[in-house]
């Protein structure tokens, strides 16, 4: 039985798809409002806490006492990690900082970090000549993709390979997991919703074929018409991640 594909709607108007580019503008403003706040305000909380619990554990007290602060500075500590993952996944500031090519190569190596799972990364080692808006479209794409494959996926491998030609951006995600039916993707969500309105809102398209047990791969296509800084190309770097 052939595996299916789901492909994302390119029939959208000018109006329309300037309308949703400003949309995913405003979400990603909201996301760095809400990372900003839980950086300054909760994150700082957490850390004066954990502060003043360690000074309770220095002083002399109980075993049961000094275990049960121990028990909290645990939690606490898993709290915090906990804090910087959601920070992270709301604003893409590694994007900012370093660029596209290596906010994609740390999404990845966090994966196969946490997840002891082998990762083949092919992608141009320059992409500063494209446009704010495709780069951040490009890095949610991925970093999606890369939550469903280390939520769901149950894979041993996965790729993601980046192409562009003086026209056109080819991105493909795979995993060899275990896979879905469309129906069950739709049911679930697996936050391709929003990668396909993503790639529409820039005048993209976006195809999923996955079959259960058979894996999973997710192809999105951006134009690149107008969506340049600079005219030029960077060659290809391969780099494999055990």
Same mark, same amino acid.
């Given at each position: 039985?052939?595996?299916?594909?789901?492909?994302?709607?390119?029939?959208?108007?000018?109006?329309?798809? =300037?309308?949703?580019?400003? &949309?995913?503008?405003?979400? #990603?403003?909201? $996301? +760095?409002? !809400?990372? %900003?706040?839980?950086?300054?305000?909760?994150?700082?909380?957490?850390?004066?806490?954990?502060?003043?619990?360690?000074?309770?554990?220095?002083?002399?007290?109980?075993?049961?006492?000094?275990?049960?602060?121990? =028990?909290?500075?645990?939690? &606490?500590?898993?709290?915090? #990690?906990?804090? $910087? +993952?959601? !920070?992270? %996944?709301?604003?893409?500031?590694?994007?900012?900082?370093?660029?596209?090519?290596?906010?994609?190569?740390?999404?990845?190596?966090?994966?196969?970090?946490?997840?002891?799972?082998?990762?083949?990364?092919?992608?141009?080692?320059?992409?500063?000549?494209?446009?704010?808006?495709?780069?951040?479209?490009?890095?949610?794409?991925?970093?999606?993709?890369?939550?469903?494959?280390?939520?769901?996926?149950?894979?041993?491998?996965?790729?993601?390979?980046?192409?562009?030609?003086?026209?056109?951006?080819?991105?493909?995600?795979?995993?060899?997991?275990?896979?879905?039916?469309?129906?069950?993707?739709?049911?679930?969500?697996?936050?391709?919703?929003?990668?396909?309105?993503?790639?529409?809102?820039?005048?993209?398209?976006?195809?999923?074929?996955?079959?259960?047990?058979?894996?999973?791969?997710?192809?999105?296509?951006?134009?690149?018409?107008?969506?340049?800084?600079?005219?030029?190309?960077?060659?290809?770097?391969?780099?494999?991640?055990?």
């Amino acid at each position: 039985m052939p595996s299916k594909a789901v492909k994302s709607h390119a029939g959208e108007t000018p109006d329309m798809s =300037e309308h949703s580019r400003q &949309l995913l503008k405003a979400q #990603e403003e909201e $996301r +760095r409002r !809400i990372s %900003r706040e839980l950086h300054d305000e909760t994150g700082q909380a957490l850390m004066v806490l954990r502060f003043h619990l360690e000074m309770l554990a220095a002083d002399n007290g109980s075993a049961e006492h000094k275990g049960k602060i121990e =028990e909290s500075l645990e939690l &606490l500590d898993r709290t915090i #990690e906990g804090l $910087r +993952r959601t !920070i992270a %996944r709301l604003s893409p500031r590694v994007l900012e900082e370093l660029g596209l090519v290596s906010a994609i190569r740390r999404q990845v190596e966090i994966v196969t970090r946490h997840m002891e799972i082998r990762a083949a990364l092919d992608v141009p080692e320059d992409l500063r000549w494209l446009d704010h808006d495709l780069e951040v479209a490009i890095y949610r794409s991925i970093q999606e993709a890369l939550h469903n494959i280390a939520k769901h996926s149950r894979a041993e491998s996965f790729s993601v390979r980046l192409r562009t030609t003086d026209s056109r951006l080819s991105l493909q995600i795979a995993d060899d997991g275990v896979g879905f039916s469309p129906r069950a993707a739709q049911l679930r969500g697996f936050g391709l919703t929003g990668m396909r309105e993503r790639a529409a809102a820039l005048g993209g398209s976006m195809k999923v074929r996955s079959k259960p047990d058979q894996g999973t791969r997710i192809q999105i296509s951006f134009p690149l018409n107008g969506r340049k800084h600079r005219a030029g190309n960077g060659s290809l770097e391969r780099t494999a991640a055990a």
